[in-house]
């Protein structure tokens, strides 16, 4: 079937604007992780959804920054008021819930963040 | 807290050459996860093993195979007779959930270059 999907691939925009990442995980995958990868800081956590909960956005850097997941698919991770030292790479992740223990995290291809 | 470090930036080998790529891991836990995914070119990161804390044996996979070892912390990843196509940047992690939610805690990755 068909892995983890993201958009857009890339996207440029201007300090001060707003931006939506869009993560469509793999087909029966209950959860869902936001990453993101930056030179200063390598890869990092953001936030993870359970079906559509967020039981954990501590990684999420500031209040500029929020993830949505509707349907128990499909996830948005907003960015407000874009700031230069956003630029990165967002990486989403999914894994099939599983009674056996933790779970193989399968990635997308990310979205390539420029804050002009 | 839980760390991960990859001491070595980047390795350069010729094709046919044996390379090790070490991981030394830090957690309070006795029970946690450590993996190893490969980031190729294109961007994607790319599952390759998981290992549990119970279980010490090596494990050989084709070219590749890992040496876990807790009494130095570490998971070391080793290919055999290198090719071109396994250049990559390489990212131990490590996960200290024992069901459901991972959050994936990655080293800094070891970028590889098999030259012909």
């Known amino acids: 079937g068909a892995g983890v999907s993201q958009s857009p691939s890339n996207k440029v925009t201007e300090k001060g604007k707003d931006v939506e990442l869009r993560c469509d995980p793999i087909s029966g995958h209950t959860a869902l992780y936001w990453y993101r990868q930056s030179l200063g800081q390598g890869l990092e956590f953001l936030i993870y959804?359970?079906?559509?909960?967020?039981?954990?956005k501590s990684g999420l850097p500031s209040d500029r920054f929020s993830a949505e997941r509707t349907g128990g698919s499909v996830s948005t991770l907003t960015i407000q008021r874009t700031q230069q030292e956003d630029s990165a790479v967002y990486l989403c992740?999914?894994?099939?819930?599983?009674?056996?223990?933790?779970?193989?995290?399968?990635f997308g291809p990310g979205t390539r963040l420029t804050v002009l | 807290a839980q760390k991960v470090t990859q001491a070595q930036t980047e390795i350069s080998v010729v094709e046919k050459e044996d390379v090790t790529l070490d991981c030394v891991y830090e957690?309070?836990?006795?029970?946690?996860?450590l993996f190893w995914y490969k980031q190729p070119p294109s961007g994607e990161l790319v599952f390759l093993i998981r290992?549990?804390?119970?279980?010490?044996q090596n494990e050989i996979s084709g070219r590749y195979s890992w040496n876990f070892q807790k009494s130095t912390s570490s998971f070391n990843f080793t290919i055999t007779a290198s090719q071109v196509v396994d250049s990559a940047v390489y990212f131990c992690?490590?996960?200290?959930?024992?069901?459901?939610?991972?959050?994936?805690?990655f080293g800094t990755g070891t970028r590889l270059l098999v030259s012909p």
């Open positions: 992690a490590l996960s200290e959930a024992l069901t459901g939610f991972q959050k994936l805690v």
């Open positions: 290992r549990n804390s119970f279980d010490e």
């Open positions: 957690t309070r836990d006795t029970t946690y996860y």
């Open positions: 992740a999914s894994t099939k819930r599983s009674l056996a223990g933790t779970d193989t995290q399968y």
């Open positions: 959804f359970q079906g559509n909960s967020a039981p954990d």
